[in-house]
């Protein structure tokens, strides 16, 4: 990742992006969240890392990068936000990780939308432990199935 330009797209406290920086990217992080903003200011200035932080909408966000990391809202509660996540991706880089529940039906939209932007994509499928964050969160730890998929560009 060295000399990379990277975005985060719904960086949350900014942890991927964080470890794109040590590992010598440049990183931007993008929230609409402002308390987690907060939060990845506060990370930022205590491990004095070099890194933009952007108070955006991931779904208006432009601009261009080399790689995409994200772990989108998994459209549970806003139906369809992490196919937005992914349009936006495919228009701001050539590589992309995104991190998505797992489940057939959203595999094969995934899969063909990557295909429509002209994307290759790769999955490795995942078991997650998630402790409550939300408030609608009701169990101490649920576990289930995530597919981290990795996205390049086709080149012909």
Same mark, same amino acid.
């Given at each position: ?34 308390? &987690? ?7 930022? &200035?205590?491990?004095? *890392?070099? @890194?933009?932080? *952007? ?11 080399? $790689? ?14 992490? /196919? ?12 992309? +990780? ?6 057939? #039906?959203? #595999?094969? /939209? @995934? @899969?063909?939308?990557?295909? !429509? +932007?002209?994307?290759?994509?790769? /999955? *490795?499928? !995942? ?6 964050? +939300? ?12 597919? @981290? +998929?990795?996205?390049?560009?086709? $080149?012909?």
């Amino acid at each position: 990742m060295s000399n990379k330009k990277v975005v985060d797209l719904g960086c949350g406290t900014g942890v991927f992006c964080f470890v794109a920086s040590l590992l010598g990217a440049y990183c931007t992080c993008v929230e609409i969240d402002l308390g &987690s903003l907060e939060t990845a200011r506060d990370m930022k &200035s205590e491990l004095n *890392l070099d @890194i933009e932080l *952007l108070n955006a909408d991931v779904t208006q966000f432009h601009g261009r990068f080399n $790689t995409v990391i994200q772990n989108p809202p998994f459209g549970v509660v806003n139906r369809g936000i992490d /196919i937005k996540f992914l349009q936006t991706a495919f228009s701001v880089a050539d590589t992309v +990780y995104s991190i998505h529940k797992s489940n057939e #039906r959203s #595999r094969e /939209i @995934i @899969i063909k939308m990557a295909k !429509e +932007y002209g994307f290759s994509a790769e /999955i *490795l499928s !995942e078991k997650y432990k998630l402790k409550p964050y +939300y408030p609608w969160h009701m169990k101490r730890v649920h576990e289930f199935l995530v597919d @981290i +998929y990795f996205f390049s560009k086709v $080149t012909r």
